[in-house]
T-cell receptor, first 109, second 114 residues
């Protein structure tokens, strides 16, 4: 079974609002990563947080990691229409990189 | 700098036919991966490789074979295609560096088996 599961499966918000999506995973990790996928395209890396880190920022992105709860959250602030995409968390452990089921984010102009 | 290139981009196969998907990366990455993406299922790992000449099974390896004869190439083979293998296939590569580094993805191969 897949390592990660995102919640919610789909999210629609107004442009300018913040978007939060969550990821839960099952086993040990070296790191947790978030990727974005625009419709019909390959995945693009957004941010990586190591297992010994609790929070990380990159531009409008904020990621948190709670290894005791085996969960992570991705916050996108001040959303834009261009943020409309699917977002996936991925866990890295040893040589494996395993993805979750994704959150479909729609930004309403 | 092409990054990760997948060929072909689209293919229609008849049940029972065979084919090979090619993934090529020009970043000298050690690790390479093959995933399939189906609606509502996210990306599922088929096979992966941690270096030239090595391969390992992922979550859904049945019906697929792989080879990594050259560091820059990772081939995914379907020996006898089935409709259940209709999917979008993605290849990714990752520099080793303790795994704490990003993966780079190809643009995908959309395969339909009829």
């Amino acid at each position: 079974s897949q390592q990660g599961e995102e919640d919610p499966q789909a999210l629609s918000i107004q442009e300018g609002e913040n978007a939060t999506m969550n990821c839960s995973y099952k086993t040990s990790i070296n790191n947790l990563q978030w990727y974005r996928q625009n419709s019909g395209r390959g995945l693009v890396h957004l941010i990586l947080i190591r297992s010994n880190e609790r929070e990380k920022h990159s531009g409008r992105l904020r990621v948190t990691l709670d290894t005791s709860k085996k969960s992570s959250s991705l916050l996108i602030t001040a959303s834009r229409a261009a943020d409309t995409a699917s977002y996936f968390c991925a866990t890295g452990f040893n040589e494996k990189l395993t993805f979750g089921t994704g959150t479909r984010l729609t930004i309403i102009p | 700098n092409a990054g990760v290139t997948q060929t072909p981009k689209f293919r229609v196969l008849k049940t029972g036919q065979s084919m090979t998907l090619l993934c090529a990366q020009d970043m000298n990455h050690e690790y390479m991966y093959w995933y399939r993406q189906d609606p509502g299922m996210g990306l599922r790992l088929i096979h992966y490789s941690v270096g030239e000449g090595t391969t390992a099974k992922g979550e859904v390896p049945d019906g697929y074979n792989v080879s990594r004869l050259k560091k820059q190439n990772f081939l995914l083979g379907l020996e006898s295609a089935a409709p259940s293998q209709t999917s979008v296939y993605f290849c990714a590569s990752l520099a080793r560096r303790g795994m704490n580094t990003e993966a780079f993805f190809g643009q995908g191969t959309r395969l339909t088996v009829v």
